[in-house]
């Protein structure tokens, strides 16, 4: 996997962390317990 | 890269995430639009000896809670064993209920106890919406049940609601019920499923209506529950929290009280009848092994949809909407957004749809009209007509008391 | 949530672009966390949160189970054979799965 990083900009830390999590979304998913159809 | 998590699925889950087990038909309540036509218990009920067996599979299998339904699951005596069993097997438990058991002290050893969640049925932020629905005194009841949780410190129990044409305009009015309790509002959608086929035309939303809704989901965001129950919404633009597709078979499936499983709770039909966990294998094996989920979990095509710019959105809406008014699998939902579902129902003409082959609801009617024989007690009755429900009377009948003033 | 960033060999954002994720600490499961294995990697659910997470990578899934025995979550990285190149990654990953408790510091519960 090619190293993909954000620059960090030391004045915009949330965007850095915004690019960093969306990254982590390949890998880790999220999906609330009642984020399933089929359960009433 | 990693595929998304809706092609990850065709290849099947080693378990269920969670699974809805109804634990018995019998119920207290006789509610209108009832996806397992409820009411009267069936002599083939799962033992607490074989719901043991089933809770210790799930604990070999891994799924991580169990969403126990019914019917009235609290009117099964061996109810609060079965749910400490689970949790001490580490099977998460949430239950849904009318709230007709839960005492103060019910409420308080609710609280005390870990990994069980509550779900209160509700229907209407009125007793004269509600009541309409789900029969007088409910709502009272319901109130009672939430009063006593939140006493008792229960906090993020959750207040489910099936959304209807009647009480759209209720969506406000019912946070603020959940949040004087200290709640967590969940909005479902209405299927044509059991006694809903009766009523889905005259209870389901307008289009309007459904748009209305959709505004209200997206401004709200995490804070108001669905079940994912509006995936098919997504073709409005952008798509609710969740994972926006078919569980069924997938990701979730139905226990039934006599042990039958199908592939959701809003499908039950012997067309989506995987297996019984009273065969060789268990739970597991059906879950593993059964024809009707392997085919579930194939990519779907998309059929008449796939030319549809939303379809990937929508993915085709939900199966047992368009089984249960009688259109066809491979079609728009009834419900489409974009209005060809309706336009495909206008096609649908002459015969009906199809009906679930089993209904435990209560028999006493106020106009007890019956023609032909009563369905036999013991064996499964054959799919056919229904003797008890030629006249198509609501349970309610005589009971309903129409709301006097209409919501928009 | 550890705020400590690893210095950069050369100013660029590469070895930190784990910012609030450290490796080199010892990590762990937490004790409430069920890991079930799938085809495409795995689950995690959370019985304390209740919240889900899907780990959509084998490798993933090596690292977390790696994590309670190893000295440092860059060791159970490398032990799950993820390169140098691939470490920021999987340190964002794993800070997701920090973020969301189904790992903890060892240490702390």
């Not at chain 2, 069980?116 to 309409?132: C, K, P, R, W, Y």
Request: one cysteine or more; glycine letters at 10%; charged letters at 20%.
């Amino acid at each position: 996997m090619n190293e993909r990083v954000a620059t960090a900009d030391i004045t915009a830390p949330d965007q850095a962390a915004e690019t960093e999590l969306a990254e982590a979304d390949l890998l880790v998913e999220e999906v609330s317990i009642d984020g399933m159809c089929g359960v009433y | 890269m990693t595929l998304p998590l809706v092609e990850q699925f065709q290849y099947g889950l080693a378990a269920p995430i969670c699974l809805t087990w109804e634990l018995t038909y019998a119920c207290n309540l006789s509610c209108v639009h009832c996806l397992s036509s409820s009411g009267r218990r069936d002599p083939r009920e799962l033992t607490a000896a074989e719901c043991m067996a089933v809770i210790d599979e799930l604990e070999r299998m891994q799924v991580f809670y169990v969403n126990i339904g019914g019917g009235e699951p609290t009117v099964r005596p061996d109810f609060w064993d079965l749910v400490d069993y689970a949790t001490a097997h580490h099977v998460g438990v949430k239950f849904s209920t009318n709230g007709v058991k839960i005492t103060p002290e019910r409420a308080r050893r609710l609280t005390a106890s870990d990994y069980v969640d509550v779900q209160i049925s509700l229907d209407g932020a009125t007793a004269e919406v509600n009541d309409a629905v789900r029969g007088p005194g409910s709502y009272a009841t319901a109130l009672r049940a939430m009063g006593h949780l939140a006493a008792a410190g229960f906090r993020g129990f959750k207040i489910s609601v099936v959304v209807t044409r009647h009480n759209v305009s209720q969506l406000d009015d019912f946070k603020v019920i959940a949040d004087r309790f200290g709640a967590q509002l969940r909005l479902t959608r209405l299927r044509p499923s059991g006694r809903g086929a009766d009523v889905w035309d005259e209870l389901h939303p307008t289009a309007a209506q459904q748009r209305q809704l959709y505004d209200w989901l997206v401004a709200r965001g995490e804070q108001v529950l669905t079940g994912d129950s509006f995936f098919h919404l997504a073709a409005y633009g952008e798509a609710l929290p969740g994972l926006n597709l078919c569980g069924a078979g997938r990701v979730v499936c139905l226990i039934d009280p006599v042990g039958d499983v199908y592939a959701c709770p809003f499908a039950i039909h012997e067309s989506f009848l995987a297996g019984n966990v009273r065969d060789p294998g268990g739970f597991a094996a059906v879950w593993r092994d059964s024809e009707l989920f392997a085919g579930l979990r194939r990519p779907q095509t998309g059929g008449a949809c796939h030319s549809c710019s939303a379809y990937d959105s929508c993915r085709g809406g939900c199966m047992a909407a368009k089984f249960f008014t009688g259109l066809p699998l491979d079609g728009p939902d009834p419900e489409c957004v974009k209005g060809h579902g309706e336009r495909a129902l206008a096609a649908v003409t002459g015969a009906s749809p199809p009906r679930p082959f089993g209904d435990h609801s209560h028999r006493s009617r106020p106009v007890p009209v019956s023609i032909g024989p009563r369905p036999p007690t013991g064996p499964r009755p054959l799919a056919g007509p229904r003797p008890d429900r030629a006249c198509d009377e609501s349970p309610l009948a005589g009971f309903r008391a129409a709301p006097t003033s209409r919501p928009s | 949530m550890s705020t400590e960033a690893a210095p950069a060999s050369d100013g660029v954002a590469g070895a930190r672009a784990g910012t609030g994720f450290d490796l080199d600490r010892p990590w762990r499961l937490h004790p409430q966390v069920s890991v079930r294995p799938e085809r495409f990697g795995a689950l995690l659910y959370h019985f304390g949160t209740r919240r889900l997470s899907f780990l959509k990578s084998p490798a993933l899934l090596t690292v977390v189970r790696a994590l309670d025995e190893a000295p440092s979550a860059r060791a159970a990285c490398r032990l799950a054979g993820v390169t140098e190149a691939g470490l920021p990654t999987y340190a964002a990953a794993l800070q997701t799965l920090a973020a969301s408790q189904m790992i903890c510091a060892r240490g702390q519960t």
